[in-house]
């Protein structure tokens, strides 16, 4: 399969944080839909983080990768009976990082995720023209973050400032 992707180009949307585990307000386990995470539910999902799930079958293949959660806003779908999600990963843009990070502990290299997360999405979505890399000509959104994201992974989680068409929208741009 992964050399027919390859071959007709076509982009797979990576959403491996739907099969993890979040807490709900009784601090129990479930999945977003609201179903209870059970033991082998755990080990299917670390399954898929190792070098031999097909997310790194694919990536190893060179399957052009998007990253993706099928995000999800804790809507009464994930609600079972009176508990519901309370799971900080799941807030607006915070599943985005989780599913990032998800992408590296299976093994993905920094680079390939960004990849992923900007010039391949654009691809897929057919806006590259106008987004994805940066380019005279582009809209110019960004965000700055607090270290060197090719040397530390977690800077993800330290936005100094956020750039929307050109204007800094959140935050101050460094000094130096």
Avoid: C
């Avoid at 390859?6 to 979040?22: C, E, K, M, R």
């Avoid at 670390?46 to 806003?73: Q, S, Y």
């Avoid at 799971?87 to 599943?95: P, Q, V």
């Avoid at 890399?133 to 989680?157: E, Y």
């Amino acid at each position: 399969m992964a050399a027919v992707l390859v071959h007709q180009n076509i982009p797979v949307t990576t959403t491996l944080s739907i099969g993890d585990a979040y807490r709900d307000t009784t601090g129990g386990e479930r999945l977003v839909w609201g179903i209870p995470y059970r033991p082998g539910m755990r080990q299917n999902f670390e399954d898929t983080l190792k070098p031999t799930g097909a997310l790194r079958i694919f990536a190893d293949a060179g399957v052009k990768l998007v990253v993706g959660t099928d995000w999800n806003d804790g809507a009464d779908w994930a609600r079972t009976d009176d508990v519901r999600l309370d799971d900080a990963r799941l807030a607006a843009g915070a599943e985005t990082l989780h599913e990032m990070e998800l992408l590296r502990r299976a093994g993905l290299s920094t680079q390939a995720i960004l990849t992923a997360a900007t010039r391949n999405a654009a691809e897929a979505f057919g806006i590259i023209d106008r987004v994805g890399t940066i380019a005279q000509g582009k809209i110019a959104d960004m965000v700055i973050l607090d270290g060197d994201l090719l040397q530390d992974f977690s800077t993800l989680r330290r936005p100094v400032a956020v750039v929307k068409a050109g204007r800094i929208v959140h935050g101050a741009l460094p000094d130096r």
